[in-house]
């Protein structure tokens, strides 16, 4: 009896986070420039690890989670990496004072 | 019993955050700017993403009493870095001379 309504609740939670993403995708194939892309794509990245959470209690398992934390640090290392890139024209600058060996 | 409340909390947790999540993609359409999208994503869809968390971990907490750190962690993790990564884009946004709207009446970083 529980179960019924909890997944009932959990399956419409889903179609509204599926939603959101599609709204999230329109601005990532329609944005103007190439920083709302990178946001939307970061907005993405968050709704996905909210749709994992929600597929780990709708299949009854514990061993999603771990991929919900793995997923965060790549989403931050992937949004701090174009950040970099956008603003010098590189991501990993080598040392000033390697330059001549290079 | 106690297990029964836990679980209606957990669920209306986990609508606010769907709804949050669904403002925040209304906020990435219909705003103007690059500087306001940013604004709604960031902010909107973090907590969006923690309440839905939030009710996992107690679902979990309240049906087989079974303690989720990583949950936690995960939580820790999105409200540490969401604002940090919104605020990234947004200053190279702005030193790559992203065009703001017309509307736009002052600009604090552009001292000449």
Redesign the interface.
Same mark, same amino acid.
């Given at each position: 009896m529980t179960n019924d309504i909890v997944n009932i609740i959990i399956i419409i939670a889903l179609i509204i986070v599926a939603c959101a993403m599609l709204g999230i995708v329109y601005r990532v194939i329609k944005g103007p420039t190439l920083a709302d892309r990178v946001v939307a794509l970061d907005a993405l990245g968050i709704s996905l690890m909210a749709m994992i959470a929600l597929f780990s209690v709708l299949l009854n398992t514990k061993y999603y989670i771990s991929i919900i934390m793995l997923l965060g640090v790549l989403a931050f290392l992937g949004t701090a990496a174009f950040a970099k890139f956008m603003e010098r024209g590189e991501i990993v600058e080598y040392d000033r004072h390697n330059r001549d060996h290079r | 019993m106690i297990d029964?409340i836990v #679980?209606i909390v957990s669920?209306i947790f986990?609508?606010l @955050? *769907?709804?949050l999540?669904?403002i925040? %993609?209304?906020g990435? #359409?219909r705003l103007p700017d690059?500087y306001t999208? %940013?604004h709604a *994503?960031?902010k909107s869809?973090?907590l $969006?993403?923690m309440f839905? +968390?939030f009710g996992?971990f107690l679902?979990?907490l309240g049906r087989d009493h079974?303690f989720?750190p990583? &949950?936690l &962690? *995960?939580i820790l993790?999105?409200f540490t870095? @969401?604002p #940090? @990564? $919104?605020h990234?884009? +947004?200053?190279? %946004?702005y030193?790559?001379e992203?065009p703001y709207t017309e509307t736009t009446v002052r600009d604090d970083l552009n001292i000449e």
């Open positions: - | 029964t #679980i669920m986990i609508i @955050g *769907a709804l999540s669904v925040s %993609a209304i990435l #359409i690059v999208r %940013a *994503a960031s869809s973090t $969006g993403v839905m +968390m996992v679902y979990f079974h989720e990583t &949950l &962690l *995960a993790f999105i870095t @969401g #940090i @990564g $919104g990234l884009i +947004m200053r190279s %946004a030193y790559s992203t």
